[in-house]
């Protein structure tokens, strides 16, 4: 079983530039999770899909942020026009069961975002 | 609303050591707890979870955890370290939000193993 695919893995963009990351859940999997670190701090939640839904995005910083699920798919997350203050570790990760319930998360490597 | 505490950013011990990574938590609810160990250049692994049975839990790689609802903890041990085990540890909690569950992490312990 292939896991959750994150690309690129690496970003480096200028300020006031686009970035569009991608993550790919593992087949099945409904809940899709966007999480983010920014240098050495906690993994912050940034928002929840169920299918194509978005369940809860209370984590997404500002509406520099828009992420999407196409056919409940793979998910993309844009950054639009990205500041310094973006830059981190993107993390996604998908379960079967909503929130962990049992199962816990299965995270792929991360995007490492740097705006500079 | 839930929140984990991590005690200790970074944790160094000797090889063939005991392995103790804190981690405290508050929760409204019973808890899911979780940790998760993250190797250089991966994403995170589920190292072992706690869902309201047994109090020890086992995980991979010789770890094992206790959940005491008495001091709101979940500590993370191994009786003997290994330099495989060389990697940052997140501790986390997972409870009901608004718009569903919501899994919320600790700030991780990078533990360090001398030869």
């Known amino acids: 079983e292939a896991g959750v695919t994150q690309f690129p893995s690496h970003s480096v963009i200028e300020k006031g530039q686009t970035v569009t990351l991608r993550c790919d859940p593992i087949?099945?999997?409904?809940?899709l999770y966007w999480y983010r670190r920014v240098m050495g701090k906690e993994i912050k939640f940034l928002l929840h899909f169920v299918k194509e839904s978005k369940q809860d995005e209370s984590g997404m910083p500002n509406n520099r942020f828009l992420a999407e699920r196409t056919g409940g798919t793979y998910s993309t997350l844009k950054v639009q026009p990205a500041e310094l203050e973006d830059s981190g570790v993107y993390f996604c990760?998908?379960?079967?069961?909503?929130?962990?319930?049992?199962?816990?998360?299965?995270f792929g490597s991360g995007t490492r975002l740097t705006v500079v | 609303a839930q929140s984990v505490t991590q005690l200790g950013s970074h944790v160094s011990v000797s090889e063939g050591a005991l392995v103790l990574l804190r981690c405290n938590y508050s929760?409204?609810?019973?808890?899911?707890l979780f940790w998760y160990v993250q190797y250089p250049n991966q994403g995170l692994q589920l190292l072992l979870k706690y869902t309201s049975a047994a109090t020890l839990v086992k995980g991979i790689n010789g770890f094992e955890a206790e959940f005491k609802k008495s001091e709101t903890s979940f500590h993370l041990t191994k009786p003997s370290a290994h330099m495989s085990d060389a990697a940052e540890y997140f501790c986390a909690v997972s409870g009901p939000g608004a718009g569903g569950f919501k899994t919320i992490f600790g700030a991780g312990t990078r533990l360090f193993v001398k030869a």
């Open positions: 087949s099945g999997h409904d809940n």
């Open positions: 990760a998908s379960s079967q069961g909503q929130g962990a319930v049992g199962y816990g998360y299965t």
């Open positions: 929760s409204s609810v019973p808890p899911y």
